[in-house]
């Protein structure tokens, strides 16, 4: 069965600093895709960046990044210069590339971003 | 592009009622999902349909019923609420591309459902 740990029930950050929310993962897929997802206080769900198990160069979209450890399974997102309208929870997810339909997701992590 | 249109936005129920949660998508997708959100919980797949004509149980089905009326809507049902299945509620879909592992799902706005 898929898991995907998200550790960091809570994190704060200044503005304008980077922070990176951790996701760690375990699965027996060979090839997967990982996700991440921003939800803001209006409670919506927005996909941020995906990184595929094959992708050789990690993903990045803007001032999202994500730090792929195949080896150790592990996914962190970095949001670079934070910004207040960063402050969200933030959902780490797994999919199977084929087969499995479903996703997996983390329990998220509540960021708090400082002025 | 409207995307993924859940309908209603908010609900209060008495306990024993009964209500539909209307999930409707404009992306040609095949996969829909519905999932429940709890504070603390992430969020916890009730039921997916994996293509028109087809259901399964998710991690959290029971107390739950669904359609998947055709290609575009997914409906959830609660046949008599119960205040454990006061959340927040989310629809999903997903396309396939082909082999292509970057099926991105996308979300509802949700609906709050409080059942009192």
């Known amino acids: 069965a898929q898991k995907i740990t998200q550790t960091q029930p809570g994190m704060f950050v200044q503005e304008k600093e980077a922070v990176t929310l951790d996701c760690t993962y375990d699965?027996?897929?060979?090839?997967?895709?990982l996700f991440w997802y921003k939800q803001p206080s209006s409670g919506e769900m927005i996909f941020l960046i995906y990184?595929?198990?094959?992708?050789?160069q990690n993903a990045t979209e803007g001032r999202y990044s994500l730090n792929f450890q195949k080896a150790r399974k592990s996914a962190n997102l970095v949001i670079s210069a934070s910004q207040l309208g960063d402050s969200a929870m933030y959902f780490c997810?797994?999919?199977?590339?084929?087969?499995?339909?479903?996703?997996?997701f983390g329990r998220g992590t509540s960021l708090i971003v400082h002025p | 592009n409207a995307g993924v249109t859940q309908t209603p936005k908010f609900q209060v129920l008495k306990t024993g009622q009964s209500m539909t949660l209307q999930c409707a998508q404009d992306?040609?997708?095949?996969?829909m999902y519905w999932y429940r959100q709890d504070p603390g919980m992430g969020l916890r797949l009730i039921y997916y349909?994996?293509?028109?004509?087809?259901?399964d149980k998710g991690e959290v089905p029971n107390g739950y019923n669904v359609s998947r009326l055709n290609k575009r809507e997914f409906s959830l049902r609660l046949e008599s609420a119960a205040p454990s299945q006061t959340s927040v509620y989310f629809c999903?879909?997903?396309?396939?591309?082909?082999?292509?592992?970057?099926?991105?799902?996308?979300f509802g706005a949700g609906t709050r459902l409080s059942v009192l």
């Open positions: 699965t027996s897929d060979q090839s997967y895709g």
């Open positions: 999903a879909s997903i396309g396939l591309a082909g082999g292509l592992a970057k099926n991105i799902q996308y």
């Open positions: 990184q595929g198990s094959y992708d050789e």
């Open positions: 997810a797994q999919k199977a590339s084929g087969g499995s339909y479903i996703p997996t």
């Open positions: 349909s994996a293509s028109e004509g087809t259901t």
């Open positions: 992306m040609n997708h095949n996969s």
